[in-house]
């Protein structure tokens, strides 16, 4: 196929890109490079299967021959970037989705949203399936990266049944690996550095909140197996996996062997007290779940940051 990947010069959109070569199919990447890289991507340069545009998504897009499908992951995705760009990161889940199934209803192809655990904002019901509507403050801070999202849903499903158009929908939980912004803001990077620098871990409130990593490679692998099913609801992609956030640093201190201590600071506005996927629909529809053990995962991303890490 020909597949067109909004976002494609970021972390997961990077790796996807990967996973879609290695299955033989034609890829472009589409991406504005505010929170993406090229060096994501430098690895692809010169192979005849994939094409890199500079495009801003929230603009019409041109794009000749045929599309089969597409991804949509184009958007800022840590704390960091969505606190910097909250203007952008609302234009990128309204108009930038909206450009996208533009384009999907002029190709005649389906379309895969990457939406995000943030739609359930701080959990009420704990896992959370994707029949739970969340409790999200839409004016706090995170309100920009959670009701884009949210938005981008009802767009999607909006354009599903006005439409036709063959639809899927992705609800990302936290994801971790390689290619991973160093200073992204994102727990795992974000411990990781400190360890190998030496620095203090920090964590942010009294280190009690849950969350759940689940590895790149296995994020993907969802996403594709979704993109095959033909099923149009949301889908959990995550690892059930949780642990404390002071579990994980004891955790990434032993396995970096680093002298470091951890220092707490207060927690940010509306950030989720718990966070853990009930992936009972990804297993019983995709046939997917996790398979890349947390040691094995943290491994191979603390050799990245080993190598690329001042």
């Known amino acids: 196929m020909r597949i067109l990947v909004t976002g494609g010069a970021g972390f997961i959109g990077s790796h996807l890109c990967d996973r879609l070569l290695e299955k033989g199919h034609s890829v472009i990447a589409l991406d504005n490079l505010l929170t993406g890289s090229i060096n994501n991507i430098a690895h692809l340069a010169g192979c005849n299967s994939f094409k890199f545009i500079q495009h801003d998504v929230t603009e019409y897009i041109y794009l000749p021959g045929k599309i089969d499908f597409i991804f949509h992951l184009a958007s800022p995705?840590?704390?960091?970037d969505y606190l910097m760009y909250p203007i952008q990161t609302l234009k990128v889940g309204a108009l930038g989705t909206h450009k996208a199934l533009g384009l999907a209803r002029e190709k005649s192809c389906g379309l895969l949203l990457a939406s995000?655990?943030?739609?359930?904002?701080?959990?009420?019901?704990?896992?959370?399936?994707?029949?739970?509507?969340?409790?999200v403050n839409p004016v706090g801070p995170r309100g920009v990266y959670d009701e884009a999202k949210r938005f981008?849903?009802?767009?999607?499903?909006?354009?599903?049944?006005?439409?036709g158009i063959d639809t899927r929908i992705a609800r990302i939980f936290n994801t971790y690996g390689p290619r991973n912004r160093a200073d992204d803001g994102?727990?795992?990077?974000?411990?990781v550095c400190q360890a190998i620098r030496g620095e203090d871990l920090t964590?942010?409130?009294?280190?009690g909140q849950t969350r759940?990593?689940?590895?790149?490679?296995?994020?993907?692998?969802?996403?594709?197996?979704?993109?095959?099913?033909?099923?149009?609801d949301p889908v959990n992609i995550g690892n059930p996996n949780e642990m404390t956030i002071k579990e994980f640093a004891m955790e990434i201190i032993r396995l970096t062997e680093s002298t470091s201590?951890?220092?707490?600071?207060?927690?940010p506005v509306d950030d989720p007290k718990i966070r853990k996927p009930d992936i009972t629909t990804a297993m019983s529809v995709l046939n997917w779940k996790p398979t890349v053990s947390l040691a094995d995962g943290l491994a191979k991303t603390i050799d990245y940051f080993r190598r690329t890490v001042k």
Do not use: K
């Open 77 to 80: 995705a840590s704390p960091i």
């Open 116 to 135: 995000t655990s943030e739609v359930y904002g701080d959990p009420l019901v704990h896992p959370q399936p994707e029949s739970y509507w969340g409790n």
């Open 152 to 163: 981008a849903e009802a767009m999607v499903f909006a354009y599903h049944r006005t439409h």
């Open 186 to 191: 994102r727990v795992v990077p974000s411990f």
């Open 203 to 207: 964590i942010f409130g009294d280190g």
């Open 212 to 232: 759940s990593f689940c590895f790149v490679s296995d994020t993907v692998n969802g996403l594709i197996s979704l993109m095959e099913s033909g099923y149009h």
């Open 261 to 267: 201590s951890i220092t707490f600071r207060n927690l």
